[in-house]
């Protein structure tokens, strides 16, 4: 009897000795703090890198070491043509993509290119992404992308078209030329209005492809222009017409997003809610300072009169139907959009 209690001793005494460094290694383990990756394709220069990495710096320290953020800049993990496949496969914690990198994934990402919207000044740009059309897109996001979206999109500013060798004086200058675009049927759509030829290609390889005349010239941002440098791979022309307000979406993957307390999510959503007019305001200043810096370096600026812009969104508009069909832009969204730029007059 002494026997078989000694041994059940020892056995109890050996399932402890095991047990005890797995209870141990699961504790050590509990408090290792969450790693969030987030992939941005634009170079650390950018204002948008800078407003993100001061938001992940504001996590770290108000999760008080229960977060470890990485930056990866100049899409060294993923372009943002791709990192909404990279949310979806829990490649990445975080991005803050530009909509239109979207579309080949949630097709309502597109509805900042229907005609009605190109030329509007930010005040209507504002009231329709914080509007009915934001919030559709962001639960479809949510949905397609299994992620969450943060909270108030940014501004990226407006998109303009810029050319090498060819002068833009006016928009018959346009057709003939091979435009760089970012994405999406909209843009693209909108290219060949003008009767040039669309081509898509990743941010990281603009310059590359400039210098080598892969195309004439492409649609996108001062400040891109300016972060990029891209006067010394050719750039000499811009035609300024505001055609759209590019806006990077904050998401995080649902994955992460379902590891954190729900008092780590009020962080997230607070301190972008605290911080979204003061960057939105960082990403316009940015904006004119970057027009002043490619005027320095030789850029010629043609700003077409508001009686073009309105003739030119006129005429797209009797198109509308058309880009919505070809973008696969849902009714809902139209008529969303519709709505609030009736009611904003």
Known sequence: MKLSLSRRAFVASAMAMVAAPAVSRGAAAADEP???????ETAPSHTRNAIIRDYLGRIETAAGGKIKTQLFESGQLFPDLQVGKALLQGQVEMAAPGAWSLTG???????????VLYGRPIETVHRVVDGKPGQLLAKQIEAQLNSHVIGPWLDLGFFNWYSTSKPLNSYGDLKGMKIRN?????????TQFMGAIPNTTPLPNVALGLSQGTFDGLITSFETVASGQYWESGIRHAFEDHQFCGEYIPIVSLAFWQKLSPDLRQVFTDLWRENVAAYRADMAAAQSRA?????????????PSAEELAATRREMTASQEQVARLSK?????VAFVSADLAAAG
């Open 182 to 190: 970012n994405g999406g049927a909209g843009q693209a759509w909108r």
């Open 34 to 40: 969450l790693t969030l990756r987030c992939s941005l």
């Open 105 to 115: 994934i949630v097709p309502d990402a597109d509805f900042f290119q229907l005609p």
């Open 291 to 303: 027009r002043e810096k490619v005027q320095a370096h030789g850029i010629k600026i043609v700003v």
């Open 329 to 333: 832009i849902s009714s809902e969204m």
